[in-house]
């Protein structure tokens, strides 16, 4: 149904943070009407997020953000874990296989930054101090009711309006979950360093871990993210400054170090939600309006870049008549995500709040232990590059790539298989012997692309989706594997239930 012609946008994003920014340009990209309200009149100036993995990189390359990510964020090289000026172990990075094999930092400013620009584009502005207050919906469509009493209809409301999301509040969503107890001063910092860091170090003290992280940006330039959680529980606690956190570097981190510039502080209280739901009706929530957990690993603005992406193809498909059964698998694609997410980062959260010297020694050895494993660092780094989020359903033997991974990428003619991905098709990989005279058709919304011995002349590619003989792969626009077959007539049937009647 075309929502155009009923009501004032097809999609109304309500929130102008990382997920609703990149819901907002998947919809777009898609040429489907949608508008983004966010509360706030400017642009949050606060830090916040430091790391893209790298999942999130391949999804924004099709969306025309990654190159520009790239030009302003720094690779993160692995962590050193520190005693004094002594570096305990490093922690290397071993790249996953992905054509963006780092967590590329840069502050969540930046990058909001660079997703408004490429939104302006394509020809979406967000609209700023429009703050969604209640919203009711039918059969047919959303009234958001904004705050300063203006009505807005919308066939499809996507809620990506932050951990306290008023969507969440107005759907009767619960947000079950706890306060893990602990309190981490942030803070972007110039510092003058005595000895030299490499990108990221962390001191286990037994008051807790005192991280720093290089920002990208200017020289000296450091993130300090420091656990001050018996310090809270003692007395109250004053709001981090200068000369505070100058005593705490002392103390807990690198020796002779200064701060030299404070540019923002931040007091965070770790918590862990997960919601019941994704999903009422006609309108969805994503991001940090489903989860929260604390930011060990960088995890949590990615995943709801990752949840944007998932939904959005899905309503843009659904607003051109594709099958409406394509929304429901949103929430049961993306909740386990989160939930698994949160088990992991929990598991982190409880490794650095250890206090008892005993578990701390056991602690320290085993990271000593990790830090010197090849297979440890290689398997940490792919579980922090999301790069194995995937929807799996198929058993044991299902054929690998199973239905529901990741694509995997490889060479394919003069680029690579990602490259021939996209936010606004489906792409149909025929394999097959000989070479095809014609190795790129469109039609429509599916990309048929040849992987034979012209495009894929060593098999490589061919050895990579498990393919033995002639066969397709149908790939989502989020790059997952929506079918695998032999037949043309089993891949014919598979973009139906993709596409518009
Ligand atoms: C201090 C700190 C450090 C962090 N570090 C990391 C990290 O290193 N790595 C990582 O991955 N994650 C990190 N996170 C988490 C990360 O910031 C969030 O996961 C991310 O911001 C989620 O993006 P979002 O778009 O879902 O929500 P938000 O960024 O919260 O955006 C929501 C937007 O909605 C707007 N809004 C709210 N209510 C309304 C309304 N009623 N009407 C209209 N607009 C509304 C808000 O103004 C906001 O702009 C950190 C978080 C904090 C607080």
Redesign the pocket.
Known sequence: MDHENLHDTTALV????????TAALVLAANGIACRV????TAP?SSS????LQARSMELLAGLGVAEEVERVAYRLSGASVMRGDDELVRLPWIPPDSRYPYTYVLP?VGLEHLLRTRLGELGVEVERG????RLTQDDAGVVAHLADGRRLTAGWLVG????????REELGIAFPGTATGETYY?ADVVLRLATPIEDSAMWLGPEGPFMLMRLPGGEGLWRIFVDVTDAARAADLPEPSAEILGDLLDERGPGGAGIERLDWT?V?HTRVCLADAYRRGRVFI????AH?FP?FG???????IQDAVNLAWRLATVARGGPQNLLDDYETERRPIAAATIRDVEARRRMYALRHPVARALRDLLLRMGGRSERAARSGARKNSQLDSGYSTGGPFAPRPRVGDRAPDGALGTGTVHERFGPDHLTLLRFRAGASPEPLTRDGAVLTVSVDDGTDPGGTLRARYGMRGDGFVLVRPDGHIAARGARPTQARLAIEALQPQ
């Open positions: 309500v929130g102008g943070g990382p997920t609703g920014l309200i966010e509360r706030r949050s916040r997020a430091l790391g969540q429009a703050e969604l207050q990506a309006d932050g951990a306290r999301s008023r969507v942030l931040s965070f994503a991001g940090d309006a929260v930011p960088g995890q949590g603005m990615n995943l709801g």
